[in-house]
């Protein structure tokens, strides 16, 4: 059964309202989902996911919006770290630089720059994947007419590869449930396939490669080792030899 997750929700002050996000995120079958503040100082049990016996599992997560690459230092100690670039060139220092698991795309407003193949491909390369939010959409039209054109244009460039679909949702009634949410990545051009690893698969992989920025530190390379040279082989026996001398 696949797992579905929600990388992104709108943090808050008003704790009863993050507290109706995070029981509507488990309700519509959400396994995960972040938020920057310890999930203690917010409730004191977690609800249960429909359809399952465990709880949610809540995750700390950074969003740093960069104008200048000076706004950007890392940060591990939180779970999920992301980066949304405005402009071409942090964009590309993003895509193959910048230690970060997400890098976000803007669908509040029309797309500043053009989305090149070459930085996406380094992104996919480092194991980066790329966000697009969907709450926008149901809040105003215009953001829906921003979002559907910046999305269409980023699966175009990444081939439906390396993305993810969140709702970045400020309030319950802005969260759908993972099938809808596959069938607006229909709408963007994606492939039934993709577009249920973006809500499923894909969304496990950031959480692992979140763990793996915050734990290795190198990696370890081995090597088989060759096998034994002839004059190594071990010589037969001196009573074997006579035997064979007396024989002949």
Known sequence: MSVFMDLN????????????LIETAAHRESLSVPVPTPIKDLMEKLPIVQGRCRPIRVLNRLTVVMSEQCHFVSFSAYDLLAVQPATEKLFHV??????????????TEKRPFIIKRSPVNGAVE???????????????????????????SLVETC????LILSSAAEKPLELRGPYDISNLGLLFGLSDGDA???????CRSVVLHGETRKTAGGIVHTMKCCSETPDQQEAPPADSKRAKQLTE
Do not use: P
Request: charged share 25%.
């Open 9 to 20: 929700l709108s943090y808050t002050n008003d704790k009863s309202r993050m507290q109706s």
């Open 159 to 162: 081939k439906g590869k390396n």
């Open 94 to 107: 993003a895509c193959f630089t910048l230690d970060v698991d997400i890098i976000c795309i803007s669908v």
């Open 126 to 152: 480092r194991g980066i994947m790329f966000e697009v939010s969907y709450s926008a959409a149901i809040r105003d039209s215009t953001m829906r007419r921003y979002t559907i054109a910046n999305a269409v």
């Open 196 to 202: 249920k690893e973006a809500v499923s698969s894909a």
